[in-house]
Nanobody, 122 residues
Framework: QVQLVESGGGLVQAGGSLRLSCAAS????????MAWFRQAPGKEREFVVG????????TYVDDVKGRFTISRDNAKNTVYLQMNSLKPEDTAVYYC???????????????WGKGTLVTVSS
């Protein structure tokens, strides 16, 4: 069993930065692939980026390429999402998720956090 707790969300002005953290409990964290998803108001949850247990990173969703960076620290059971040059359209609830598999779809994730709200003002 893996429990995920996100933190680091908040209100920021456009152009600002935030760093999200996802702390995981459970002995098997290092074997899980981890991902960040986001869900904007009135929209479906979408995949942002994933990172395998090896540290290999998937392709970022186009909207965030060059601005967001995912990383993980297996010793701390934590995955991070550094978000720079934030835009109002980045406003969403950001979710951390974990999977043993290699499919990055919403339905393929084995565990989810409760999410952290990021609001970017113009």
């Amino acid at each position: 069993q893996v429990q995920l707790v996100e933190s680091g969300g908040g209100l920021v002005q456009a152009g600002g930065s935030l760093r999200l953290s996802c702390a995981a409990s459970g002995r098997t964290f290092s074997r899980h692939a981890m991902a960040w998803f986001r869900q904007a108001p009135g929209k479906e949850r979408e995949f942002v980026v994933g990172i395998k247990w090896t540290g290999a990173i998937t392709t970022y969703v186009d909207d965030v390429k060059g601005r967001f960076t995912i990383s993980r620290d297996n010793a701390k059971n934590t995955v991070y999402l550094q978000m720079n040059s934030l835009k109002p359209e980045d406003t969403a609830v950001y979710y951390c998720a974990a999977t043993f598999g290699s499919n990055w779809s919403v339905g393929s994730m084995d565990y989810w956090g409760k999410g952290t709200l990021v609001t970017v003002s113009s």
